[in-house]
């Protein structure tokens, strides 16, 4: 084996280790940020945004969609493990989806088109997807998967979005009134604040 390869065999293998540092450290972040939760006044009170995509679309943007997925998958993992289940892993799984739906696409986005518009254009294509994907998963996955798990009617849930939010009378109600503007407020913000800080912290990524 020539020099010239034992060097790019030791670059792969440090840039290898580094990937695999990084997936750690940001899927532990966003383990940590799972656990601080906001409620929202217009919808029930199991619908609370927290920021934990933050770490995971910054990994995207940094090493790839691969990597958010892997960071996302992780992250869903370690919070079952950690807090356990009430919907059998079903909710997990559709957690994962839609996580997925809003980090993979700006990250696949953002890797053809490196620059500020392509971050915002990503950012902005994958809240529209989270946002709609959320809305089908949650009607047909996740609210009949939390109604089986507490031994509760779709209707009980439909009411109890009704008491925080008048305009929420029915599935399809509580889908538009509740569901999406959850996914869409929480699509924002995470690119918000992905867009004010990953300019300062890329550097530290790209650090050999």
Same mark, same amino acid.
């Given at each position: 084996?020539?020099?010239?390869t034992?060097?790019?065999?030791?670059r792969?293998?440090?840039?290898?280790?580094?990937?695999?540092?990084?997936?750690?450290?940001?899927?532990?972040?966003?383990?940590?940020?799972?656990?601080?939760?906001?409620?929202?006044?217009?919808?029930?009170s199991?619908?609370?945004?927290?920021?934990?995509?933050?770490?995971?679309? $910054?990994?995207?943007?940094?090493?790839?969609?691969?990597?958010?997925?892997?960071?996302?998958?992780?992250?869903?993992?370690?919070?079952?493990?950690?807090?356990?289940?009430?919907?059998?892993?079903?909710?997990?799984?559709?957690?994962?989806?839609?996580?997925?739906?809003?980090?993979?696409?700006?990250?696949?986005?953002?890797?053809?088109?490196?620059?500020?518009?392509?971050?915002?254009?990503?950012?902005?294509?994958?809240?529209?997807?989270?946002?709609?994907?959320?809305?089908?998963?949650?009607?047909? $996955?996740?609210?009949?998967?939390?109604?089986?798990?507490?031994?509760?009617?779709?209707?009980?849930?439909?009411?109890?979005?009704?008491?925080?939010?008048?305009?929420?009378?029915?599935?399809?109600?509580?889908?538009?009134?509740?569901?999406?503007?959850?996914?869409?407020?929480?699509?924002?913000?995470?690119?918000?604040?992905?867009?004010?800080?990953?300019?300062?912290?890329?550097?530290?990524?790209?650090?050999?």
């Amino acid at each position: 084996m020539s020099t010239q390869t034992n060097a790019a065999f030791r670059r792969e293998s440090r840039t290898d280790i580094r990937r695999i540092v990084q997936i750690g450290m940001l899927s532990g972040i966003a383990v940590v940020l799972m656990l601080f939760e906001v409620p929202l006044p217009f919808a029930p009170s199991f619908y609370e945004i927290d920021f934990s995509e933050v770490p995971v679309m $910054i990994g995207c943007f940094v090493m790839g969609p691969l990597a958010g997925a892997i960071i996302e998958l992780i992250k869903i993992l370690l919070n079952l493990v950690v807090n356990g289940t009430i919907t059998a892993g079903v909710g997990e799984a559709a957690n994962f989806v839609i996580g997925c739906a809003l980090c993979v696409p700006a990250g696949r986005i953002y890797q053809k088109n490196h620059t500020r518009t392509g971050a915002l254009i990503g950012m902005a294509v994958g809240t529209v997807v989270m946002t709609v994907l959320g809305c089908f998963i949650n009607a047909w $996955i996740l609210l009949p998967a939390y109604g089986a798990a507490f031994g509760m009617p779709i209707e009980a849930l439909v009411e109890m979005g009704t008491a925080v939010n008048a305009h929420i009378t029915s599935l399809s109600t509580f889908v538009i009134f509740a569901v999406a503007p959850f996914n869409l407020l929480k699509g924002v913000l995470v690119s918000l604040v992905v867009f004010l800080i990953y300019k300062k912290i890329r550097p530290i990524f790209k650090m050999k």
